[in-house]
């Protein structure tokens, strides 16, 4: 990377500059720019990335990305939205020796560049309260329990208009396994504002535990899930099928997943919602009832409006190879999860 940008015709590039401006007034940041274009064969889609610091409310470092935006001058046909219609920003806690004369930590840069390829490779973008599995450390090669991103909006940087269009900042929270499990439940703003307290300007910090172990947050959380429902409309599940027999559908599902069907259930359906279980090969979506079991079966699809009888039954239902029924019309079979090395031999059974 290099450390510097000087094009003129950059009105894009500007507004992020001014969003910042106040925030860091007299601040120079430190700006790594990309050595070689995307355009022209570079690995990294984003024009550079910017480092601040910041005392308060703790110590850390805040980065914010140029390049899902349009820079220089307006290409795309959506007038509405500049580029990709965001920028990334993350906020890290220093560590105990670092000032504001260190030199920020890469990783960071490497994630956000990482996340980017993602964006330009797909098209598909990120919005405020999405989030992902890292599918480790967020900070590859550390100990950290943060192996989870959350997205939203950041709380210092408001959205503007631009000259090139509409442009919002999306910050990226590490979260633990608990905590996403806890989003899943309810959804990311709700559980995020539950624990700002304990995670104030949602500074993500390696060194942290779980913060769902200090009870009161729990209990916000728990209470949040109860009274607005769970946010996940969708599952994706390795196991899926189901078969007809004398009147009665069963429902085949994983033992590894079954478990986050039976929780979801009742924190979607009981809120007018529906929940969506889909694998590679079919979709089964589980509705609302009016009165009474609805069942809408083809080979690949199937729509079942389960009643309250059946979510209450659910509470009977185990992680553990076996049939279990839930209405007269519906039962669910579990079976074994497999979990596999990358070699597919397996190294865990489930249920």
Request: proline share 6%; hydrophobic share 40%.
């Amino acid at each position: 990377m290099q450390d510097d940008h000087d094009d003129t015709d950059t009105p894009g590039w500007d507004a992020i500059n001014a969003a910042l401006a106040p925030l860091y007034a007299g601040q120079e940041p430190r700006h790594y720019g990309t050595a070689l274009p995307y355009t022209l064969g570079g690995q990294d889609p984003l024009d550079g990335i910017s480092v601040y610091w910041a005392d308060a409310p703790v110590p850390h470092w805040h980065y914010i990305t140029y390049g899902f935006s349009e820079l220089y001058a307006k290409e795309s046909s959506d007038a509405a939205a500049s580029g990709y219609g965001f920028e990334l920003t993350f906020r890290l806690a220093a560590e105990a020796a670092e000032n504001a004369d260190s030199t920020p930590p890469v990783w960071p840069m490497n994630l956000l560049q990482n996340l980017a390829r993602y964006v330009f490779g797909s098209g598909n973008v990120f919005e405020d309260g999405h989030h992902l599995n890292a599918n480790g450390p967020i900070a590859l090669e550390t100990d950290t329990r943060l192996c989870h991103l959350a997205f939203i909006a950041d709380p210092q940087l408001p959205a503007r208009d631009t000259a090139n269009g509409h442009l919002q900042f999306l910050q990226l929270v590490g979260l633990t396994d608990e905590e996403m499990e806890a989003v899943k439940r309810w959804s990311t703003r709700g559980v995020l504002q539950a624990l700002q307290p304990a995670m104030p300007l949602w500074i993500s910090d390696l060194h942290r535990g779980n913060l769902l172990e200090d009870p009161a947050l729990a209990e916000r959380v728990r209470a949040g899930s109860e009274r607005e429902g769970s946010s996940t409309g969708m599952l994706f599940v390795e196991t899926l099928d189901w078969r007809q027999e004398a009147g009665v559908t069963t429902l085949v599902l994983g033992a590894g997943q079954v478990a986050s069907v039976c929780e979801l259930l009742p924190l979607r359906l009981r809120h007018g919602k529906s929940l969506e279980l889909v694998s590679r090969e079919r979709q089964w979506a589980f509705i609302p009832a009016g009165h009474g079991d609805v069942g809408e079966l083809s080979a690949d699809s199937a729509r079942w409006a389960l009643s309250e009888a059946g979510l209450r039954a659910l509470a009977g239902v185990r992680a553990e190879r076996g049939i279990y029924p839930l209405t007269e019309a519906l039962r669910i079979d579990v079976v074994p999860t497999y979990l596999r090395d990358a070699k597919g031999e397996v190294i865990r059974q489930i249920g």
